[in-house]
């Protein structure tokens, strides 16, 4: 029995040979179930981020990414951008123009993120053109208090505020006319104001800020290619790639 | 304040999301090694230095990876380099402040398989932090890492002087302890709000 | 140093981590994740079978390789196979349910430091042949998905008022809370350990007293 264990000390060239052997058999298996998932992966985020945006905009069946950088818009290639993922890239605006069937712009979708009560409160925030209004919400991640700071996807009073939450440019379209604010409950006066849920007062807020900071970001600059996203054909600059997957219907 | 500047990330990992009593991680010294205050504030000093080292060696890693576009190897490098963090710490440590290696002992190479460890690593590669911000996340968490274990520390000794039913000793008082100490921390939760 | 090897395969074999030697109540290990990730019992139960999964398949590689590890890279080479799983774990969980995945957030990478698995490599893995390290890991995991459970089912019954995600209490229930914020993990699982503290001590408590009344009788006679 005993010559079945290694000896007692090891030669390196036997660890080394182990732990080469280890590592790149690991390496095969890892890159292996990478590559299987991959596509499901994807395929999941995209179903993530269509439902949500069809959620803030339901008037829409189809959607185009493009991103304003460089004061120019392109649409967005998310296989091509994949490597640059985890880069920073602050010059860059992404957002979604949903459409409906006939191709007729029926909103703009894009993220926004503020600090909530326990953490980041990521969501994402449709924007109708026509009313210049925010029209809805959906939360892509929050650890908020479950029982309090949840609430603010279901409590009807809170979402409400969001029928038509003003969000109109000045008169030089360099920024939004009037903050948007998070106010307390019960005191909400003006259109651009949300009523606070009491006793998630500070998840409230944080979906204010998030949609404020945002809009205040990302309208100026978009408000010059609004009619350029007017509707889908006369887009200059239309993505060729995965037309297919993106045309969804939304009855489902 | 900002959401991401450092003082706040700072903050944030220091007190508001606390490693160990807001977000479970590295309860393993913070359970087992929280007897005595003078072994507390050592552990915590060890595992604060670790966490500066692998956290930076992480963000450079990471920016490695992410230009050869090899992330999926990211969990199986930052053990790697978490692991070999230690043994440089215990090396170095060795070497430069032996009493100070005598007094951690047996606490040193644990430090590997705390996940407040690996943990820092992922959430600051998960947020996109720059080197400044890794460099604030990091001091924070250790220093919040500190301040829990010591608290800890300090009540236990007080509870040996008390006079707890046998039913209740060991693990089960020390994690109402620590139930009633993430109270206390729940508090300054929405102080970046 | 010859390491002796039992083959024999026990009902406690199995057993043994499901209740003698738990490894959340009894051993107090993988405490992080037991803690985290309770707040709902389907949580628990999605970390439990991960955790499980990545226990049984690094536990079994390497008691296949038990023989060919040289001792002075043992640990290097458990934690390599065992991230090797987790990674696999991570994708796949992101493939079925990116739900899920956002529920449990880093704490399925985490289970690479679950100081459980790493136990259980330097503990067993490496003593026993395959088939019975097999059967007692799979023992150990379900006994830790148990743990999970119990936490998970208390804290979202009474933090949240539902199970499964299905409301139990009604809608008059005002839900506790605090149990599914961090301070409830502390206090659900020091209370299960108060219960089964109990539950020991009065075992023996029963034992002790038997043996008296029997010692007793005997003095008599």
Request: aromatic fraction near 8%.
């Amino acid at each position: 029995m005993s010559q079945d264990h290694s000896p007692q000390r090891a030669s390196s060239l036997s660890m080394i040979i182990t732990l080469g052997v280890v590592a790149m058999l690991s390496g095969l298996l890892v890159v292996l179930t990478w590559q299987l998932t991959l596509a499901p992966i994807q395929e999941n985020q995209r179903i993530m981020i269509e439902k949500a945006i069809f959620q803030v905009i339901p008037e829409a069946t189809q959607r185009r990414t493009y991103q304003i950088k460089n004061n120019s818009l392109t649409p967005y290639d998310s296989h091509k951008s994949n490597a640059g993922k985890n880069r920073k890239n602050n010059s860059a605006l992404l957002f979604y123009a949903a459409y409906d069937d006939r191709g007729q712009l029926k909103g703009i979708a894009a993220e926004a993120a503020a600090q909530g009560y326990a953490d980041m409160v990521r969501l994402l925030y449709g924007y109708d053109p026509q009313c210049q209004c925010i029209r809805g919400f959906s939360v892509i991640k929050m650890t908020e208090t479950p029982g309090l700071g949840d609430k603010i996807l279901t409590d009807q009073a809170f979402l409400a505020n969001f029928s038509a939450l003003d969000a109109r440019l000045d008169k030089a379209h360099n920024t939004l006319a009037h903050r948007i604010v998070t106010v307390k409950h019960g005191s909400k006066k003006q259109a651009w104001e949300i009523d606070a849920i009491s006793g998630a007062t500070i998840t409230s807020k944080a979906v204010g800020k998030a949609i404020n900071q945002g809009a205040e970001q990302l309208l100026p600059r978009l408000y010059p290619y609004l009619s350029q996203l007017q509707t889908l054909n006369a887009s200059a600059t239309k993505p060729s790639h995965n037309k297919k997957g993106t045309v969804i219907n939304h009855a489902d | 304040m900002p959401v991401d500047s450092v003082s706040f990330i700072f903050l944030n990992a220091f007190l508001i999301n606390n490693f160990v009593l807001a977000m479970f991680l590295g309860l393993c010294p913070f359970l087992g090694v929280s007897g005595k205050l003078n072994t507390a504030w050592s552990m915590g000093l060890a595992t604060s230095l670790v966490m500066l080292i692998s956290s930076l060696s992480a963000y450079f890693i990471n920016e490695l990876l992410v230009y050869f576009q090899i992330e999926f190897l990211r969990l199986i490098c930052y053990i790697a380099v978490i692991a070999s963090a230690v043994q440089l710490v215990e090396m170095s440590m060795k070497k430069f402040s032996p009493s100070l290696f005598k007094a951690l002992g047996i606490f040193l190479p644990l430090i590997t398989t705390n996940c407040a460890i690996l943990g820092l690593a992922l959430f600051q590669t998960n947020k996109n932090y720059d080197l400044a911000q890794s460099l604030a996340y990091s001091t924070g968490a250790g220093a919040g890492f500190i301040l829990a274990i010591m608290l800890m520390a300090g009540l236990r000794e007080k509870l040996e002087l008390a006079n707890v039913p046998n039913t209740s000793q060991g693990a089960a008082i020390s994690l109402m302890l620590a139930g009633i100490l993430s109270l206390i921390f729940m508090g300054f939760a929405g102080l970046g709000g | 140093m010859p390491i002796k090897e039992d083959n024999k395969i026990t009902a406690d074999t199995f057993l043994d981590g499901i209740w003698k030697e738990n490894p959340v109540f009894v051993m107090l290990l993988g405490m992080c994740p037991v803690l985290a990730v309770t707040n709902s019992v389907s949580n628990a139960l999605a970390m439990g079978l991960a955790t499980t999964f990545v226990l049984l398949c690094s536990s079994s590689l390497i008691s296949l390789l038990r023989h060919l590890i040289p001792k002075e890279v043992r640990i290097a080479t458990y934690i390599v196979i065992i991230a090797t799983f987790v990674t696999i774990t991570d994708y796949v969980i992101q493939a079925v349910s990116l739900e899920l995945y956002n529920a449990l957030g880093a704490f399925i990478q985490l289970i690479v430091v679950n100081c459980m698995i790493l136990g259980r490599a330097e503990a067993y893995a490496c003593k026993h042949h395959l088939l019975k390290t097999i059967v007692n890991s799979l023992g150990m995991g379900l006994g830790f998905t148990f743990a999970l459970l119990c936490l998970g089912s208390v804290r979202e019954l009474l933090g949240n008022g539902s199970l499964l995600g299905y409301a139990i209490f009604g809608d008059s229930f005002q839900p506790w809370v605090v149990m599914v914020l961090p301070p409830g993990g502390f206090i659900v699982l020091g209370t299960w350990l108060l219960l089964f503290n109990w539950l020991k001590e009065r075992k023996i408590n029963n034992e002790k007293n038997s043996s008296n009344t029997f010692a007793n009788d005997k003095g008599v006679a």
